[in-house]
């Protein structure tokens, strides 16, 4: 069973930096074709694709955000990191990170709870 | 604004059939790229609901069916109950962005 946890502060200044960690079970970042990826969500709003890493160790990002994003992986600890620098108000949202399987479409399956992330104006 | 285009709500009643369109563009859904659909329930994660255009994951039940032609697809729900009550969300890849795309969200309200 693949099950994944988002971690991080729930409140970042404006100008400050975000660190979210995704800790995962269930799957190797090492096996060919398997990706984690990060979506957020503002409070009322659609999902927003932010960034993947890949058991190669390619990363993606979105390009509206690239110059903000670096995303890790830490195989033997299953984890993931996502920093996002400069953070603003604008960033409010709930972050998620999920399993993606890169030779089966790429699709977002299973997601973490997400966790909250405010940033206040 | 999103890449991909849905209708923000759509409603019908209990037994009903719905749809929620899901429009693109020729470097996404229109250039081959699979559609992949998501539920969200209010206060939780997105599941996945269809994904490669019309497969449904094990547990999901068959009420629910997923097409795709041209630049657009489509998720369709049949015999409507109040449990379908719900956000759902389109995916799919871009090839000019590198990577994926979602649509707006539909919030389906069970009448």
């Known amino acids: 069973q693949i099950t994944l946890k988002e971690s991080g502060p729930t409140l970042v200044k404006p100008t400050q930096t975000l660190t979210l960690t995704c800790t995962f079970s269930g799957f190797s970042l090492r096996k060919s074709g398997v990706g984690v990826g990060w979506v957020r969500q503002p409070p009322g709003k659609a999902l927003e694709w932010l960034a993947v890493?890949?058991?190669?160790?390619?990363?993606r990002y979105s390009p509206s955000l690239k110059s903000r994003l670096t995303i890790t992986k830490d195989t033997s600890k299953y984890q993931v990191v996502l920093t996002m620098t400069n953070m603003d108000s604008v960033d409010t949202a709930t972050y998620f990170c999920?399993?993606?399987?890169?030779?089966?479409?790429?699709?977002?399956?299973?997601w973490g709870q997400g966790t909250l992330v405010t940033v206040p104006s | 604004q999103s890449v991909l285009t849905q209708p923000p709500s759509v409603s019908g009643a209990p037994g009903q059939r719905v749809t929620i369109s899901c429009t693109g563009s020729?470097?996404?859904?229109?250039?081959?790229?699979?559609v992949h659909w998501y539920q969200q329930l209010p206060g939780t994660a997105p599941k996945l609901l269809i994904f490669?255009?019309?497969n449904r994951p094990s547990g999901v039940p068959d009420r629910f069916s997923g097409s795709k032609s041209g630049t657009s697809a489509s998720l369709a729900i049949t015999g409507l109950q109040a449990e379908d009550e719900a956000d759902y969300h389109c995916q799919s890849y871009d090839s000019g962005l590198s990577g994926s795309v979602f649509g707006g969200g539909t919030k389906l309200t069970v009448l």
């Open positions: 999920a399993h993606q399987q890169l030779d089966g479409g790429n699709w977002f399956d299973p």
């Open positions: 490669g255009n019309n």
């Open positions: 890493v890949y058991w190669d160790d390619t990363e």
């Open positions: 020729n470097s996404n859904i229109g250039a081959g790229y699979d």
